[in-house]
């Protein structure tokens, strides 16, 4: 059984910058995709980045197109975002995909296409 841990959040200013740190245990990381969502109250979980196992591909979503970025290492991965904004406020959750389903050319960008979910990290933006 994977599980997935994220690490980062808390209370952040507008136009300040965020960085999330995730990783796995209970598997071999390097195996992994890894995704980025979030989820703000009242709202569907929604799609933010993902990685691909090399880390030489990634994907976003609009949210936060053009101030993000997108890592990993040997055992973590990181999203940054920059210019953060009040609508950024949302529960932000690190996934993996264990599957070794093939990289499509959009990218792992719905719910079900990852298998391992961390508890998620809360992410307050202050106006």
């Known amino acids: 059984q994977v599980q997935v841990v994220e690490f980062g959040g808390g209370w952040m200013q507008t136009g300040g910058s965020l960085r999330l740190s995730c990783t796995t245990s209970?598997?071999?990381?390097?195996?992994?995709?890894m995704g980025w969502f979030r989820q703000a109250p009242g709202k569907e979980r929604e799609f933010l980045a993902a990685?691909?196992?090399?880390?030489?591909s990634t994907r976003s979503g609009a949210p936060v197109e053009g101030r993000f970025s997108i890592g990993r290492d040997a055992a973590t991965a990181h999203l940054q975002i920059d210019r953060l904004k009040p609508e950024d406020t949302a529960v932000y959750y690190c996934?993996?995909?264990?599957?070794?389903?093939?990289?499509?050319?959009?990218?792992?960008?719905?719910?079900?296409?990852?298998?391992?979910w961390g508890q998620g990290t809360q992410v307050t933006v202050s106006a």
């Open positions: 990685i691909n196992l090399s880390g030489g």
């Open positions: 209970g598997g071999t990381f390097s195996h992994y995709v």
């Open positions: 996934a993996a995909d264990s599957t070794n389903r093939p990289w499509a050319r959009s990218g792992p960008r719905t719910v079900n296409d990852y298998d391992s």
